[in-house]
């Protein structure tokens, strides 16, 4: 079956060009009759064309039996052309005979093209009335659409967002210019070259938006940034492991101050995809630690002793009430998690924490709770019993003993005095940022009176 196919499909192939070769174009039959009043009347023709065609005025024509010999002087190869073309098609030409010289003289290709150059300009001319019209019209537009684009008090009032007004008042600004060109283009009767124009603007379009998709992508999440307000000046965020405190958000990057003190900058794009950690939204925080007590001690009054210790300090605050839990069990110590509450507002997160910390280390101390230290096991060959007396034996190791039992009981114990437990927020980084927003002049998009996401 295959074969078969295969021989069809050969034979198709060779019958084509076969069937092409045997059957030829009609072609234009010759009259057989006397053609002198004919050749006559094609040679005053002509000649009479060619008198009246700028170019071919020397060109002379001898015609016979409908064969047309063509010869004389031309300026160029395009006005050859033009004169064969022109005989070619003239009725009852059999054939054209091209004898014509082509010169090539200055004097001959010049003035073509200034006579061109004269017509061009006193058309201009006679449209100069036409062309100021359309200047004036495409002007009074564009600046029309800048007056209106500056009018931000009616554009805020369509979109309260800043962003989004600026935004819209530069499209109007450039509507209107393009309206202007438009008008302009169909005044002077260049109506077809406006569909050009679009065109090619769709494609250069296309071609830009690939180049700058990245920038494009930061400017569409700065306006949807500006849209949801995920923050606010003044707030402590983290943005993708990137810690600090919000100073702006403009129409290309957010800006933060990290808790050195440093400048960080955050495109937008990375923002608005990234995930953000705002620990300003709710003032109240959770801090915890973990404190280990020896495995023979009782981890539930352990965990009470730590709890009562927490809550003797004001800045824990009683709802939700300080908590705390078995962590882990060790091999030779018990984990257990205290966890409290602070209102970030009035109280320094760090400062609580560490104040809290040592509260319950030295409350569990001086109930007899023990911290837990590694434990080593050291095993010896031989005669231990032996060593261990000859070193306590040894005068050197006894007056050591004596010495130091001699001065202990005499020590004064050193007390430390307790400082005050200041645990006010700290105020620096906000006053950083503060004098920063005040003294810089660059647009911030974060809109204290809009709901925050």
């Keep these: 079956m295959r074969a078969f196919l295969l021989s069809l499909a050969l034979l198709l192939i060779i019958q084509v060009p076969v069937q092409a070769q045997t059957a030829p174009e009609p072609q234009a039959t010759i009259d057989a009759e006397d053609t002198t009043q004919s050749d006559q009347k094609i040679d005053q023709r002509l000649t009479s064309i060619f008198e009246k065609v700028t170019g071919t005025e020397e060109v002379n024509v001898e015609v016979s039996a409908g064969v047309v010999t063509l010869s004389g002087d031309v300026a160029n190869e395009t006005a050859a052309r033009d004169a064969m073309d022109i005989a070619t098609r003239t009725d009852g030409v059999v054939t054209v005979e091209?004898?014509?010289?082509?010169?090539?003289?200055?004097?001959?290709?010049?003035?073509?093209?200034?006579?061109?150059?004269?017509?061009?300009?006193?058309?201009?001319?006679?449209?100069?009335?036409?062309?100021?019209?359309?200047?004036?019209?495409?002007?009074?537009?564009?600046?029309?659409?800048?007056w209106l684009a500056r009018r931000k008090s009616l554009w805020?009032?369509?979109?309260?967002?800043?962003?989004?007004?600026?935004?819209?008042?530069?499209?109007?600004?450039?509507?209107?210019?393009?309206?202007?060109?438009?008008?302009?283009?169909?005044?002077?009767?260049?109506?077809?070259?406006?569909?050009?124009?679009?065109g090619g603007a769709g494609v250069i379009g296309i071609a830009i938006?690939?180049?700058?998709?990245?920038?494009?992508?930061?400017?569409?999440?700065?306006?949807?940034?500006?849209?949801?307000?995920?923050?606010?000046?003044?707030?402590?965020?983290?943005?993708?492991?990137?810690?600090?405190?919000?100073?702006?958000?403009?129409?290309?990057?957010?800006?933060?101050?990290?808790?050195e003190g440093n400048h960080l900058r955050i495109p937008n794009s990375t923002v608005f995809k990234g995930t953000i950690l705002n620990y300003t939204t709710n003032p109240e925080r959770r801090f915890e630690f973990d404190v280990g007590v020896d495995g023979a001690d009782d981890p539930v009054s352990a965990m009470q002793i730590g709890l009562d210790a927490m809550k003797q300090h004001d800045f824990v605050l009683d709802d939700p009430l300080p908590g705390a839990i078995i962590e882990t069990i060790g091999?030779?110590?018990?984990?257990?998690?205290?966890?409290?509450?602070?209102?970030q507002t009035v109280t320094d997160y760090g400062k609580a924490r560490s104040y809290a910390i040592r509260s319950v280390i030295n409350t569990l101390d001086e109930n007899g709770f023990t911290m837990p230290e590694p434990i080593y096991r050291l095993r010896f060959d031989g005669d231990v019993k032996g060593l261990t007396d000859k070193i306590l034996s040894s005068p050197k190791h006894g007056a050591k003993t004596a010495s130091l039992s001699e001065k202990t009981p005499n020590s004064p114990a050193v007390k430390v005095k307790e400082p005050p437990l200041d645990v006010s927020k700290d105020r620096h980084l906000e006053e950083k940022v503060a004098e920063e927003?005040?003294?810089?002049?660059?647009?911030?998009?974060l809109d204290g009176s809009k709901p925050k996401e």
Excluded: C, K
């Excluded at 017509?119 to 019209?137: F, G, K, S």
């Excluded at 492991?241 to 100073?247: A, N, T």
């Excluded at 030779?332 to 205290?338: A, D, E, G, L």
């Design 437 to 445: 927003r005040e003294q810089t002049s660059e647009d911030d998009l």
């Design 98 to 146: 091209d004898n014509i010289n082509r010169t090539l003289d200055v004097r001959g290709n010049v003035a073509p093209v200034l006579q061109g150059f004269q017509d061009d300009l006193r058309n201009v001319y006679r449209a100069l009335p036409l062309i100021l019209l359309t200047l004036i019209v495409f002007i009074a537009f564009g600046l029309f659409g800048g």
């Design 209 to 259: 938006g690939f180049a700058v998709r990245d920038s494009l992508e930061n400017y569409i999440s700065s306006i949807m940034l500006s849209l949801r307000q995920p923050f606010r000046a003044q707030d402590h965020v983290v943005i993708n492991d990137l810690e600090g405190i919000v100073v702006r958000l403009t129409s290309r990057a957010t800006i933060l101050m990290t808790l």
């Design 156 to 198: 805020q009032r369509v979109s309260p967002n800043p962003f989004l007004a600026e935004i819209i008042s530069q499209i109007v600004r450039l509507a209107f210019w393009a309206i202007g060109a438009i008008i302009a283009l169909n005044l002077i009767g260049a109506s077809s070259l406006i569909a050009t124009i679009l």
């Design 331 to 343: 091999d030779s110590n018990i984990v257990i998690r205290f966890t409290g509450w602070v209102d």
